[in-house]
């Protein structure tokens, strides 16, 4: 039997409500679900999913393969939200990539890719749902050949992408609705919506689709 684990995060669990009911599809495959790494030993495969800490050495020793997902096509695109920040450069079809972890950031072998189309007019939501798909899609493949895998090394120059944070949802008033759509697609209404100033006064943006058109 062998044994598989899942975990994630309580402050970045979105992840979780796109798990699928039957993403085991063996019988000889256990699977456990976790918040906290120091619960996690010895088990065969360990997916981080979501996971903003960062993973110390002994996991990593104490488990036999710990697997993340990483939405770029390594080695290019290392780093925090890749995903998004690649939607900002205006592209539409972006690698994902589900590789081993490692001490170093991204830095892990590549096991497996896929890539995701976007049509552009998905909004943050509808980006969350295809991320989601992309990543069980890579989770399920794993486990229908595994332990039959191989693993690739990471070949070529790395770029890396920075934390985005609050202020990077500031729309530019200078700049028309067609360049600043692909930030609008990307902000979230709730936790960090779109804002531009004028005159000292903050105004906040929230987009959302009109679906009777």
């Not at 309580?10 to 120091?38: A, G, T, V």
């Not at 996991?59 to 036999?64: A, H, K, R």
């Not at 450069?89 to 590789?99: A, N, R, T, Y």
């Not at 530019?172 to 804002?195: A, Q």
């Amino acid at each position: 039997m062998y044994r598989f684990a899942f975990l994630f995060d309580k402050k970045n669990d979105w992840l979780k409500k796109y798990l699928p009911n039957n993403i085991n599809s063996r019988e000889d495959i256990k699977i456990s679900y976790f918040y906290e790494e120091e619960n996690i030993k010895e088990f065969d495969v360990v997916f981080v999913l979501g996971f903003t800490r960062i993973l110390k050495k002994d996991f990593l020793e104490v488990n036999g393969l710990v697997l993340i997902v990483h939405e770029s096509n390594l080695p290019l695109g290392k780093g925090f939200s890749p995903l998004q920040w690649q939607i900002l450069e205006g592209k539409d079809k972006i690698v994902f990539s589900l590789l081993e972890a490692s001490e170093k950031f991204d830095c892990g072998d590549i096991i497996d890719q896929i890539e995701l189309e976007l049509d552009g007019t998905e909004l943050y939501e509808e980006i969350r749902y295809k991320q989601a798909k992309m990543t069980f899609e890579l989770v399920e493949n794993f486990m229908k050949y595994y332990p039959n895998y191989e693993k690739i090394k990471q070949y070529g120059k790395s770029t890396y992408y920075r934390k985005r944070n609050i202020a990077d949802s500031e729309l530019n008033i200078n700049l028309p609705i067609k360049e600043l759509f692909p930030l609008l697609r990307i902000v979230n209404n709730k936790d960090w919506p779109g804002f531009f100033r004028i005159n000292g006064v903050k105004y906040i943006v929230k987009i959302y689709k009109d679906n009777q058109n």
